[in-house]
């Protein structure tokens, strides 16, 4: 099983323990492991020119913060060198290096968030319990592209029978808001109709319920279990300080390998379920 | 087994004098199909909205409905909502959802069965449809046939008896009308599902349902089998809602035939084969429009929709351009007149460069395109208050007149049904007094009285020296009014002749009344030309 295999709750689970720990653990060694572990999937799920612009993406959103914390913020005790007679500190700059590295492993793994969670994970998540809230999304997906095909079908009815064309700047405007004038009253007059549709098909005449479903099987049992246990494992060691990064004024971080470990797998099994189901998929085509 | 009767239905919209329903009574069998004929405007959408509760209109109503036994108030919400379908004309206003899974899903959802039945029940549903290459993708891809077969499939999911169909193909391209039929039929033959359906176009439905109802001024004048319901048209003369096949002996022969195997058998019965030609002008006039060697492509990575298109329209004269759905015709007639751009080829209007008109000189009484949805041409209050942005108010009574929209122009556009809008679209393109009318599917919605009151006045206008350029669907019309005929295929104009030629050459893509003379008459490709024929021998054999 691969992580967008996983009914939605055990990965919806696995997401917010590996973002609760990127986000309040401070620590180097869980910054990187997370950042990697993310990567390490995107490279997975992506084509390699979108792996490569999200890496490009993030190493510069993570300069781009350890270069600026040292330019407003000037405390520590080693300073590199002065800007207009402020310190730019070794210990702010590495500071600014945590930051970025924390804030880029939350942009990669919304990324692979967005990637494994598709429609229906998405609306079965707000859908089973608030029905009528999966409805306002699906609904809205369709409105859209409907909404650009009318306008397009205006556009081109007003241009061709070229009522509107001409060289003033304020006859320009005019074709615009008629233009737009015409596309509100023609998306009313579809709602309606949509409306009109719904009630035709019993929209109203009960509660609503929700088609799509997942099955629990035992291996989210399994997922879920290891997940949770390497969690805890690594907030607890956290909070009692064996995973932790003092900047100031003196550098003094204290990384134990076990607690790191813990957190490391937990990012990696996305990529370690990965790479496994694509062995097995190579396996079995040398078999067929 | 009676699943539906109406005892003296009378409907009153509110605020308006006169009734829209005025008496209806009927009654229909388990298992039937129902075809609803009637002019624009004779009460069929307000009747078979009346029968579906939910969507029934404000106003007053008089009589009673009996549904599946018991009376109309009778059903419960949810009853009413699951054993009745309605699938209404424009596929894209049906529709709720993104996914063709969730549109599907949508109406069981909403009756709240649970999540195991609405799969089972869609799964089954859509193996009879044939569908399941649509199921994963979004609506907005879909074609408007593929649409409708969506809306239809999901009407049918939640357990439909009686099926209401208020024109479900007039905005499809014949061969996905076809398909749809098509599946009603099945959905009738192996489910027995009553279905009624009101349509304009009876080639293809009149011959297969069980029964025709026909609506004049909110009553129901005629009831009864499609032979009968031929002959009380044609002593009527209503000839216009009978099939080409129909319209050829109405009048000739006693017992009409109903689709092109009993016209062909009834001419070979009855008439003698007659294979001379007859004489066809070649087209004169200087060339009005030219196109030569267009090529065009929406993106740099697509492929191309037009493929080297060469294309010459002389001064008063009428082309058609036909071909199949998505072929780019409509793109070739946005390219012609600018709104698309070729990256090679020249246009040449009226002996000038296409690009040497600059900023909308050319549609100054030049040149008018009337686009696919008219609503599109519409942003103002009232019909009237779009018309006079280009016109005087004695120039706009004359055009009204001539177009017969006159009670229509003080009315929302939006509350203008397909055909009244055509008619009012091409009002506005008349009046900025154009040489040359460029019509893209102007007969789509349209019943047959005013295709032909159409067809007159592309005529008269072609009389008065306009040129006019059509894509078309629809093949009687195209070879009724037209002068000529170019089939557009695989990005290229592939053949080219008079219209009378162009179908009488063809086997397949070509009119009934081609196809029910096939081999019998030369050219005879329009039910008058039939008719013309049949009535000379007729006439020979009486002296």
């Known amino acids: ?288 | 087994m009676e699943i539906l009767s109406c005892e003296d239905l009378s409907f009153k919209y509110n605020g308006e004098e006169k009734p829209a329903l005025d008496g209806c009574s009927f009654s229909v069998n388990s298992g039937e199909i129902i075809l609803l004929c009637g002019k624009s405007g004779s009460g069929k959408s307000t009747l078979l909205k009346l029968l579906k509760r939910e969507l029934s209109p404000a106003g007053e109503k008089k009589g009673r409905i009996f549904l599946f036994g018991g009376e109309q108030d009778r059903l419960s919400d949810r009853e009413g909502a699951e054993m009745i379908g309605f699938v209404m004309q424009n596929p894209d206003d049906q529709t709720v959802c993104d996914k063709v899974s969730a549109e599907l899903c949508f109406g069981l959802e909403s009756l709240g069965v649970s999540s195991g039945e609405i799969l089972a029940r869609v799964g089954e549903m859509v193996g009879f449809f044939g569908i399941e290459p649509l199921y994963d993708r979004d609506i907005s891809t879909l074609s408007g046939g593929q649409k409708q077969l969506v809306n239809l499939c999901s009407v049918m999911v939640s357990g439909a008896r009686l099926l209401l169909l208020d024109e479900p193909t007039a905005q499809l391209d014949p061969v996905a009308a076809k398909d749809f039929l098509h599946i009603l039929h099945r959905l009738n033959d192996e489910l027995g599902l009553t279905v009624i359906i009101a349509e304009h176009n009876p080639d293809d439905i009149f011959s297969s349902c069980d029964r025709v109802l026909y609506m004049e001024k909110g009553r129901t004048e005629f009831f009864g089998e499609p032979s009968k319901a031929a002959e009380y048209f044609s002593s009527h003369g209503l000839a216009e809602f009978l099939p080409a096949a129909a319209k050829i002996f109405s009048g000739i022969s006693d017992s009409l035939p109903l689709d092109v195997r009993a016209a062909k058998l009834k001419l070979e019965k009855g008439f003698k084969p007659d294979m001379t030609v007859s004489d066809s002008e070649s087209p004169s006039g200087e060339i009005v429009l030219k196109a030569e060697n267009l090529w065009q492509r929406y993106e740099k990575n697509e492929p191309d929709i037009l493929k080297g298109v060469d294309i010459s329209v002389r001064k008063g004269e009428c082309l058609a351009l036909l071909g199949s759905n998505g072929a780019g015709k409509s793109t070739l007639l946005k390219a012609l007149c600018g709104a698309e751009k070729c990256y090679m080829g020249k246009i040449t209007l009226f002996g000038k460069k296409l690009s040497s008109y600059k900023n909308g000189s050319l549609f100054r009484n030049n040149t008018a395109v009337l686009p696919q949805d008219p609503y599109a041409m519409f942003a103002k209050e009232s019909v009237a208050e779009e018309l006079r942005e280009n016109a005087s108010e004695e120039q706009i009574k004359a055009v009204a007149g001539r177009l017969d929209i006159e009670e229509l122009l003080e009315r929302h556009p939006y509350d203008l049904s397909g055909g009244e809008i055509q008619n009012c679209a091409f009002a506005k393109i008349l009046l900025s007094k154009p040489k040359l009318i460029l019509l893209d599917e102007c007969t789509k919605g349209m019943d047959g009285f005013r295709r032909k009151e159409l067809g007159e006045i592309l005529g008269e206008l072609k009389g008065e020296g306009v040129t006019l350029m059509l894509v078309t669907h629809d093949l009687e019309f195209a070879a009724k009014y037209c002068d000529r005929c170019a089939l557009f295929f695989d990005g290229k104009i592939v053949s080219e002749d008079n219209s009378r030629q162009f179908f009488a050459k063809n086997n397949f893509y070509t009119t009934a009344a081609a196809r029910s003379t096939k081999g019998f008459f030369a050219d005879t490709v329009t039910p008058e030309q039939v008719r013309e024929k049949l009535l000379a021998q007729r006439g020979a054999d009486d002296e």
């Open chain 1, 1 to 288: 099983m691969r992580l967008s295999v996983f009914h939605p709750v055990s990965s919806l689970i696995y997401f917010a323990a590996v973002l609760i720990a990127t986000m309040f653990c401070f620590s180097p060694a869980i910054q990187i492991c997370s950042v990697v572990g993310a990567l390490l999937e995107l490279f997975m799920l992506e084509s390699k020119r979108e792996f490569f612009r999200n890496l490009r993406f993030t190493v510069v959103v993570w300069l781009a913060v350890a270069v600026t914390n040292p330019l407003f913020s000037h405390k520590g005790v080693t300073p590199l060198f002065f800007i207009n007679g402020r310190a730019f500190t070794l210990e702010a700059l590495l500071y600014g290096v945590m930051l970025g590295g924390s804030l880029s492993a939350v942009i990669m793994w919304f990324k692979v968030f967005s990637k494994v969670f598709d429609r229906e994970r998405l609306l079965y998540i707000f859908g089973r319990k608030t029905p009528k809230l999966a409805l306002i999304i699906t609904m809205t997906r369709g409105f859209v592209p409907k909404l650009k095909a009318q306008y397009r079908r205006i556009c081109d009815g007003r241009k061709c029978s070229g009522t509107y064309m001409s060289e003033s700047r304020i006859e320009r405007l005019k074709a615009s808001c008629g233009i737009f004038t015409a596309l509100c009253s023609s998306t009313l007059e579809s709602a309606v109709q949509t409306g009109m549709s719904m009630k035709a098909r019993g929209f109203g005449t009960g509660k609503r319920s929700f088609a799509h479903s997942f099955k629990f099987r035992f291996g989210d049992g399994v997922f879920l279990f290891v997940c949770i246990l390497l969690f805890s494992a690594a907030m607890i060691y956290s909070g009692t300080g064996k995973l932790r990064a003092d900047f100031y004024p003196r550098i003094a971080v204290s990384s134990e390998p076990l607690p790191m470990l813990c957190f490391a797998v937990l990012c990696a099994i996305p990529f370690i379920l990965e790479v496994k189901e694509s062995l097995k998929w190579k396996f079995c085509l040398a078999k067929i």
